[in-house]
């Protein structure tokens, strides 16, 4: 008699395929004696059809509670999960939407007046945080470049969430007006860092430089420098508004019991943010000039929204002082371009920006992104910040007609 087809056999006698259909027993104990030669009755099929479907509910029931978020249960939802986040916008955006949510800790990895990450690699109390944590909340675009495999290798199994993902306008930043130590060339094994569209340098796994770089950050003279995402999206209130949305939706999917409260506080946070957008791009429209020369490459997405031009940074490498020829060629630029003001940042020294305001004849003032900030900041911190900038802005650029 033709034995029947019946499609791959992963053990000998081809019985794990009667467990996943259930049917085609008959043809397949005649196959199972004619393979071993054995008097296997009907009924011992049948007991060992069940202990495989014994092993294999056990199998997954094992497999949901090694998952990632296993501290997620469908009545308690998140309580007793540990987050942390990345960077203290995120930090900021993720205690906004977690607002009320019961027996949840937000904590904040890296010390919260550091600021931009740039270059930054995890430090052994890093990694303690992050194997002791359930879930990791990203900026996202490259900012962190311990995203990936360093952050894995810390914790399999911590559940990443992306809040930049899914932004559509992103700046691509080209040439030398990149941050250096970035690199899209990256091989596959990010799997908890959700995939950005195009060039968006999602899950770095570089720990400190890559190959390619020299020992200070710097490309190679050979290298073309490839468009990279700016990843200051946070500094920006409308595309904080839309971290935050990206935010509230992961942790939606996540714990579906606080929907209703992460819909609710992201909503209202996203609300205010947009407000403040608003109020942004309506004083920017009064002001005497909106060409400016900024720190480092922070604020490109604030000026984009609310009308801004940027006509140079201080520093292209985020903490590479620029040297005396780079400097005086900005302080050319100034006076070429017409721009107003130099602003520097609370994170990095002022120094070197108040030598180029000077030598240029323009005022310097401080423009905080909101990169870094007390450690207890409340909730409403960021919109604070933005508007003191606004202030700073107005008395720094003038009002149109003055
Ligand atoms: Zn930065």
Same mark, same amino acid.
């Given at each position: 008699?033709?034995?029947?087809?019946?499609?791959?056999?992963?053990?000998?006698?081809?019985?794990?395929?009667?467990?996943?259909?259930?049917?085609?027993?008959k043809d397949l104990r005649i196959r199972c004696q004619m393979d071993i030669g054995s008097e296997s009755k009907p009924s011992t099929l049948r007991e060992l059809a069940a202990m495989r479907k014994l092993f294999g509910i056990l199998s997954f029931m094992l497999l949901f509670l090694m998952s990632p978020v296993y501290s997620?249960?469908?009545?308690?939802?998140? /309580?007793?999960?540990?987050?942390?986040?990345? %960077?203290?916008?995120?930090?900021?955006?993720?205690?906004?939407?977690?607002?009320?949510?019961?027996?949840?800790?937000?904590?904040?990895?890296?010390?919260?007046?550091?600021?931009?990450?740039?270059?930054?690699?995890?430090?052994?109390?890093?990694?303690?945080?992050?194997?002791?944590?359930?879930?990791?909340?990203?900026?996202?675009?490259?900012?962190?470049?311990?995203?990936?495999?360093?952050?894995?290798?810390?914790?399999?199994?911590? #559940?990443?969430?992306?809040?930049?993902?899914?932004?559509?306008?992103?700046?691509?930043?080209?040439?030398?007006?990149?941050?250096?130590?970035?690199?899209?060339?990256?091989?596959?094994?990010?799997?908890?860092?959700?995939?950005?569209?195009?060039?968006?340098?999602?899950?770095?796994?570089?720990?400190?430089?890559?190959?390619?770089?020299?020992?200070?950050?710097?490309?190679?003279?050979?290298?073309?420098?490839?468009?990279?995402?700016?990843?200051?999206?946070?500094?920006?209130?409308?595309? /904080?508004?839309?971290?935050?949305?990206?935010?509230?939706?992961?942790?939606?999917?996540?714990?579906? @019991?606080?929907?209703?409260?992460?819909?609710?506080?992201?909503?209202?946070?996203?609300?205010?943010?947009?407000?403040?957008? #608003?109020?942004?791009?309506?004083?920017?429209?009064?002001?005497?000039?909106?060409?400016?020369?900024?720190?480092?490459?922070?604020?490109?997405?604030?000026?984009?929204? @609310?009308?801004?031009?940027?006509?140079?940074?201080?520093?292209?490498?985020?903490?590479? #002082?620029?040297?005396?020829?780079?400097?005086?060629?900005?302080?050319?630029?100034?006076?070429?371009?017409?721009?107003?003001?130099?602003? %520097?940042?609370?994170?990095?020294?002022?120094?070197?920006?108040? %030598?180029?305001?000077? #030598?240029?004849? @323009?005022?310097?003032?401080?423009l905080d992104p909101v990169a870094s900030g007390p450690g207890d900041a409340p909730l409403d911190y960021y919109q604070t910040v933005m508007r003191n900038n606004l202030e700073t802005m107005r008395r720094t650029l003038g009002r149109a007609g003055n």
């Open positions: 008699m033709p034995i029947p087809s019946i499609g791959a056999q992963d053990d000998l006698c081809g019985c794990a395929w009667t467990l996943k259909t259930g049917s085609a027993a997620l249960s469908r009545d308690t939802g998140i /309580a007793g999960s540990k987050i942390l986040a990345g %960077t203290f916008p995120v930090y900021l955006f993720a205690r906004n939407v977690l607002s009320g949510v019961e027996g949840v800790e937000v904590q904040l990895m890296l010390p919260s007046d550091m600021g931009c990450p740039h270059d930054y690699v995890l430090t052994p109390a890093d990694m303690e945080k992050i194997r002791g944590s359930d879930i990791f909340i990203a900026n996202g675009l490259g900012l962190e470049e311990f995203l990936g495999d360093p952050l894995l290798r810390a914790n399999p199994a911590i #559940e990443v969430i992306d809040s930049s993902q899914g932004l559509e306008d992103v700046i691509l930043m080209s040439g030398h007006d990149h941050h250096h130590g970035h690199d899209s060339d990256h091989g596959p094994g990010h799997s908890h860092s959700q995939a950005h569209e195009g060039e968006s340098g999602h899950g770095h796994a570089a720990e400190g430089h890559r190959g390619e770089l020299d020992h200070s950050g710097h490309r190679a003279p050979h290298e073309e420098a490839k468009p990279m995402p700016n990843p200051h999206v946070f500094a920006s209130p409308r595309m /904080a508004a839309r971290m935050v949305e990206s935010i509230a939706a992961a942790l939606i999917r996540l714990d579906p @019991v606080h929907a209703d409260i992460y819909r609710k506080n992201a909503d209202a946070y996203k609300g205010a943010l947009m407000k403040l957008s #608003e109020e942004l791009k309506v004083a920017a429209e009064g002001f005497k000039s909106r060409r400016i020369v900024t720190h480092h490459a922070v604020f490109d997405y604030l000026a984009r929204d @609310v009308g801004l031009e940027i006509v140079a940074v201080v520093q292209e490498d985020p903490g590479q #002082e620029p040297s005396a020829a780079e400097m005086l060629r900005l302080v050319r630029l100034i006076k070429e371009t017409g721009a107003a003001a130099v602003f %520097t940042e609370p994170q990095y020294p002022s120094r070197v920006g108040e %030598t180029i305001a000077r #030598e240029a004849g @323009v005022p310097v003032a401080v």
